[in-house]
């Protein structure tokens, strides 16, 4: 299998600690997304990251889309629970990570068209901040006491959860979100302490 994506990506972030938990061999090939001729733009009509490209030549994209793929490519460890209720928590955990991340591209998207145009900021600062500190409380009122976001192992749900809090620091490093939700520091310092995690770094 080979993933099409960048370094800098918490989507490809995802997908890529995904892969090192489940052990499957993958190369990793950095896409320029500027360049028209890339793989990417054969592989995916969307121009987006990531792409996982299977050995059978078709492509999946969709980081959400690629991560249940690979979930089931490979039994052990389990990422996404088989049971409808507990796949639906984790789920939703992937979804409020994801809109996180969203929100933190947004806003610094919004930086750079101000920098560049000379004006003001011109997306809706505010409102994507409001997002990620209502993700942030979900997540730091679910997660509790709990060693893991749902269930007694690591799964998708402290992957995305993680991710999302790396990038946070990474685009929005104002934003400090250790002191205000304690328990999701203490779930990011024990994830980040993983081999999968620290390989997967900017």
């Not at 370094?7 to 997908?15: D, E, T």
């Not at 997304?33 to 592989?43: A, I």
């Not at 509790?144 to 620091?169: E, N, P, R, S, T």
Request: hydrophobic share 40%; glycine share 8%.
């Amino acid at each position: 299998m080979k993933l099409l994506g960048s370094p800098g990506s918490p989507y490809v972030r995802k997908v890529r600690i995904v892969l090192l938990e489940k052990q499957l061999p993958f190369e990793f090939q950095r896409i320029d997304l500027l360049d028209p001729n890339s793989e990417l733009s054969r592989s995916n009509p969307l121009g987006k990251i990531p792409a996982l490209v299977r050995d059978n030549g078709k492509a999946l994209y969709d980081s959400s889309v690629i991560v249940e793929y690979l979930d089931g490519l490979a039994p052990s460890p389990r990422l996404i629970p088989g049971g409808l209720e507990d796949r639906a928590e984790v789920k939703r955990w992937e979804a409020v990570a994801d809109g996180l991340m969203d929100a933190t591209v947004a806003i610094s998207h919004d930086y750079i068209l101000s920098d560049v145009e000379g004006g003001g900021l011109t997306w809706s600062n505010a409102n994507q901040q409001r997002k990620i500190d209502l993700g942030l409380a979900l997540m730091e009122a679910d997660l509790g006491k709990q060693a893991f976001c749902h269930g007694g192992a690591l799964g998708l749900a402290d992957i995305a959860c993680v991710v999302a809090l790396g990038y946070l620091d990474h685009v929005l490093p104002q934003v400090e979100w250790r002191n205000t939700y304690p328990n999701l520091r203490k779930l990011f310092d024990r994830m980040e302490a993983r081999e999968s995690f620290k390989t997967t770094r900017h």
